[in-house]
């Protein structure tokens, strides 16, 4: 029997909006009863279009925002309402590598503060000396000369900075990290590398990985099991093979449809969806892809479909199962 | 007229003067575009992809970037040598450009119809009313819903998608023969990249025009070209139809791209990467590029730059240990 490392219970995300033109006022539910589980030793990978809440359940497993309603539950235990040193401690156990390795690493200091300061925070390195080694440790387990660890961000490339913000994720051995978009901002060739040690990494520290991307070619690389969102709900949920042999979902059958593919032998009949996404601000009633979905029935427009198991393992929110 | 050449382009060297050197961003591209095809032109961040678009356009940042060498012929004439006034009456109307990132192409205080009247405008002497009529038609062309309401919309109103009609709108209002496009998808989302590919495709045929797409989605190259420029560091390593340069990859460089893309309708277990990353630009460089890169390196490759060499029928490759034909496909 497989152990589950993280459950999410109904999670909620209402952010409150005001001001604008016209001082619109309203809520946005930008995470919307979400439910999954994800094994120890598994990288989860989730799905969905911009806007779709995949970042934002990111953010509110790590803690960074607090849930309007649901629960977090880590190694069995509930997270959802910790507070200080309780906190300071799941956060040692729980990582995030982010989308832009401009952004996340801080200029004015050099590698070794950018990696080594949650060591300093956790009290893991007592002086500088010590928390430099740590930094040259953690430098050469992600790929990169550890003499760098002088150096300042801006003496490195996009991918370099990206390994940075791994060994920064690696420096306190969390057991599970959650990487937003960690390849997004780089090229191709540089892509496959950092997937690479991602995955050589997972194996060599024993790691569970919460994969957040909205490339569907990345995420199927990558993961095992892959929640597909829109509009903050989940659409579906399977393993990855089930799930691009037998999409269930129209929207993910739609997203499958939409990707192109590197072969010009095989161009292939696409379902392009019509429309945008709607505004979060005002979702339609019923299914939140009703307003797209080319099989809307009138139980869509007013009903909203629950997820449910439709075959083991592969779940799905949709009135036509 | 289909086939004979609309934009030919030999030679062309666009370097910048920056406080620490030269920096040679495009360094003898060539390449080709026929009437009636779309060509695309793919490369990583720094292959000078878009400096080489941006020349054609004469857009590049001036006084520190100049064209040191070569020709840009297009329609007959060459746009290197144009004055500004000749370079006005092409820019914008029988060469058109889209950009990236709609919301910063588009004048956030002014509303869309005002906008696209105003390129109409700045081409043709009609009357307001008359350029507005003609950006209201430009709206439907690119299948923008409610269009004479969304003449009076204004930019931040607008989705992403939208938006980027709306660039494709202006872009097309003048009838151009050639439509540059550059990176027009990056920005969006994949549901919404597909409606805007599939509407190129669409307005290419029924308004006839020529199109240049820049992209680092290979995806993006294998679902719309008919020819590919394959560029590297400035220079150009790889140029065939798409479906040759797909089956047989010659350039190390090219196959090391396509082994290392994920691909939604195949398993892979470990991806390639290309070990390293793109060299510097300042200065002179001796020897190929890519060389410090490349897995079949040899002493030449250090030493002496290669030269473009048509080693199939019409499969250019600039490689002095390029990869022979019927051994593509899958690496090992």
Redesign the interface.
């Known amino acids: 029997m497989s152990e589950f490392i993280l459950r999410v219970e109904r999670l909620t995300k209402e952010f409150a909006v005001h001001g604008g033109v016209g001082n619109r006022r309203g809520v946005v539910k930008a995470v919307s009863d979400v439910t999954f589980s994800v094994e120890r030793g598994q990288t989860f990978g989730i799905v969905g ?2 806007g779709c809440g995949k970042s934002t359940t990111g953010r509110l497993i790590m803690r960074l925002i607090n849930p309007t309603s649901g629960r977090i539950e880590f190694r069995g235990s509930d997270i959802t309402s910790l507070k200080g040193d309780a906190l300071r401690g799941i956060r040692r156990k729980i990582q995030m590598v982010f989308q832009d390795p401009y952004a996340s690493l801080n200029p004015r200091m050099n590698i070794s503060g950018n990696i080594g300061e949650p060591l300093m925070i956790h009290r893991i390195a007592s002086s500088a000396a010590q928390r430099d080694e740590f930094v040259k440790e953690l430098l050469s387990t992600v790929g990169l000369n550890p003499d760098y660890y002088s150096r300042y961000p801006f003496e490195f ?1 996009g ?2 900075r990206q390994r940075i913000g791994i060994a920064r994720a690696l420096s306190l051995s969390p057991e599970l990290i959650i990487a937003d978009e960690p390849v997004s901002a780089l ?7 950092i ?2 040690l991602l ?1 050589d990494l997972k194996e060599k520290k024993n790691l569970t990985y919460i994969f957040i991307a ?5 995420v ?2 990558i993961s095992d099991h892959i929640a597909v969102m829109y509009l903050g709900k989940i659409a579906e949920i399977a393993g990855k093979r089930e799930l ?1 042999s037998t999409p269930l979902h129209p929207y993910t059958v ?14 292939k009949m ?1 379902a ?6 709607p505004s979060p601000l005002s979702p339609p009633p019923g299914c939140l892809f009703n307003t797209r979905c080319t099989h809307v029935t009138e139980r869509c427009r007013t009903e909203i479909p629950v997820l449910k198991e439709v075959a083991p393992g592969h779940l799905v929110a949709c009135h036509l199962y | 007229m289909a086939g004979d050449v609309l934009l030919s382009i030999r030679g062309l060297k666009t370097h910048f003067s920056t406080p620490n050197g030269i920096v040679t961003a495009v360094d003898g591209v060539s390449f080709d575009l026929k009437r009636g095809e779309t060509l695309g032109l793919v490369g990583e961040s720094g292959s000078g992809k878009t400096v080489t678009a941006l020349s054609v356009m004469r857009l590049y940042a001036k006084p520190q970037g100049r064209i040191v060498a070569g020709e840009i012929v297009f329609d007959g004439q060459d746009i290197t040598k144009m004055d500004d006034r000749d370079m006005h009456t092409i820019r914008g109307n029988s060469i058109a450009m889209i950009f990236q990132e709609p919301m910063t192409s588009l004048n956030p205080v002014y509303t869309i119809g005002r906008q696209i009247a105003e390129a109409i405008q700045a081409h043709r002497k009609i009357k307001t009313k008359e350029a507005w009529d003609i950006a209201l038609e430009s709206l439907k062309k690119v299948g923008i819903p409610d269009p004479e309401r969304r003449l009076y919309s204004f930019p931040y109103e607008m989705s992403g998608g939208m938006r980027q009609r709306a660039m494709i709108a202006m872009a097309i209002s003048c009838k151009p023969t050639l439509l540059i496009a550059d990176e027009p998808t990056t920005a969006l989302d994949v549901t919404i990249q597909a409606q805007i590919l599939q509407l190129i495709g669409e307005l290419k045929e029924k308004l006839g025009m020529s199109i240049l797409m820049i992209t680092h989605d290979l995806a993006v190259v294998a679902e719309i070209t008919d020819r590919v420029v394959v560029m590297y560091a400035g220079r150009v390593a790889e140029y065939a139809d798409t479906v040759s340069l797909f089956a047989d990859p010659m350039h190390p460089y090219t196959r090391g791209l396509m082994d290392s893309i994920t691909d939604i309708e195949k398993e892979t277990k470990q991806l390639y990467s290309i070990p390293g990353t793109v060299p510097s630009l300042l200065g002179e460089t001796v020897g190929c590029r890519f060389a410090n890169r490349c897995d079949r390196a040899t002493s030449v490759c250090l030493e002496k730059a290669p030269e473009m060499l048509e080693a199939a029928k019409g499969h250019w490759v600039s490689c002095w240990n390029r990869l022979g034909t019927g051994n593509g496909g899958a690496r090992k």
């Not at chain 1, 090229?187 to 590398?193: F, G, I, T």
């Not at chain 1, 739609?254 to 161009?267: E, H, M, Q, V, W």
């Not at chain 1, 392009?272 to 996404?277: A, C, K, R, T, Y």
């Open positions: 279009e911009s490339s991918g370099q090229d191709v060739s540089l892509q496959a590398q997937i690479n995955q909205h490339d569907l070619g990345v199927k690389h691009f739609a997203l499958f449809s939409s990707i192109p593919i590197p072969n010009p032998t095989r161009k696409r392009v969806l019509m429309g945008d996404m």
